[in-house]
């Protein structure tokens, strides 16, 4: 069964931290590994990635793929307390039919204390 | 203007009874999604449709049956409401692309709870 997990399940900083949060998967049909961040209502789209090694940026956040090892990283530098939020990593399975089908980890949960 | 909005935000019903939620998406999108989040948090797709095609339904009760009325709406109904079926119900929209990573745009969640 295809299976994403994260780590840690929660993780609480001060601003002006920086954090690294970890995703590992097993999934039989790789198309891509994608992460989003969840306050209190829509998870919001951060990163889609599909190449090993090229890492992406926005801002204070980047992340990166390691295909070899199964797994990918969301660094947040400088955090503020708006980067409070669970942070959902997903990959999605590509075969047949099934584009668009993501598999979730459980989500990371960030506190951000001014 | 939202992207993917979803109707109603919330809703409180009793076991037993039937009730809709409403998606529509102003992406242009070809396919539609409706996602399950529940009180683990964990979120896992139920169904999804391109161009009003159904695509996957995963082990989803037949008391639940999407309905694609036109690419850019997918409605969710359920019967013979359960216990259960308490949870956030995401809608989400994206292209179907076959050589690359779909961009998955979520609606804001309908939370459902049955008393």
């Known amino acids: 069964e295809d299976k994403v997990v994260q780590s840690p399940l929660s993780l609480v900083v001060h601003e002006g931290d920086t954090v690294t949060l970890n995703c590992s998967y097993e999934v039989t049909n790789f198309r891509s590994l994608l992460w989003y961040k969840q306050e209190k209502k829509a998870p919001t789209f951060l990163f889609m990635l599909t190449s090993s090694g090229i890492e992406k940026k926005s801002g204070r956040l980047s992340s990166i793929l390691d295909k070899k090892e199964l797994s990918s990283i969301l660094n947040i530098t400088a955090t503020q307390t708006g980067d409070s939020a669970i942070y959902l990593c997903?990959?999605?399975?590509?075969?047949?039919?099934?584009?668009?089908?993501?598999?979730f980890g459980q989500g990371t949960i960030l506190t951000v204390h001014p | 203007d939202t992207a993917v909005s979803q109707t109603p935000k919330y809703l409180v019903t009793q076991m037993g009874n039937d009730k809709s939620i409403k998606c529509e998406q102003n992406?242009?999108?070809?396919?539609m999604y409706w996602y399950k989040q529940d009180s683990k948090k964990f979120l896992k797709i139920m169904f999804s449709y391109n161009n009003k095609e159904l695509i996957i339904n995963e082990t989803v009760p037949n008391r639940f049956s999407p309905k694609s009325p036109d690419k850019a709406h997918l409605n969710l109904h359920i019967n013979s409401l359960e216990l259960g079926d308490s949870a956030v119900y995401f809608c989400?929209?994206?292209?179907?692309?076959?050589?690359?990573?779909?961009?998955?745009?979520f609606g804001e969640g309908s939370w459902l709870t049955v008393v």
């Open positions: 997903a990959v999605e399975y590509a075969g047949g039919t099934s584009y668009g089908k993501l598999t």
């Open positions: 989400a929209s994206s292209f179907q692309r076959t050589n690359s990573g779909n961009t998955i745009y």
């Open positions: 992406l242009g999108h070809d396919t």
